[in-house]
């Protein structure tokens, strides 16, 4: 019984480990997107304004991929995205 509540514990810790991982690579992504939409919209170049942005539009691309492996993991977090999506539908 010591064994497995340990061996829960390790994956409990690890789960939290990974479920942090991908929300710092999410804020990373959204931090890049804001920076590069925000240059987009000083830039006077439309050649240098269309490159801003269309890295912008990778980087929600990568945003999406650590948002997909963190629902993976944390099933609350799924829960509550759900749930979040039906109150904003709610109130529209």
């Given amino acids: 019984l010591h064994r497995v509540d340990r ?3 390790q994956m409990c ?3 939290r480990i990974e479920c942090e991982i991908c929300r710092i690579g999410m804020i990373a992504e959204l931090d890049a997107i804001s920076l590069y939409e925000q240059l987009a919209a000083m830039t006077k170049s439309s ?3 269309n490159i801003l942005l269309d890295i912008a539009k990778e980087e929600k691309t990568h945003a999406g991929e650590f948002q997909a492996l ?6 609350e977090q799924e829960k509550e995205l759900i749930q979040g999506k039906k109150e904003v539908q709610e109130k529209a």
Wanted: cysteine-free.
């Fill in 7 to 9: 061996r829960q514990r």
């Fill in 13 to 15: 810790i690890r789960d």
């Fill in 47 to 49: 050649k240098i304004k």
């Fill in 70 to 75: 963190l629902l993976e993991i944390d099933k």
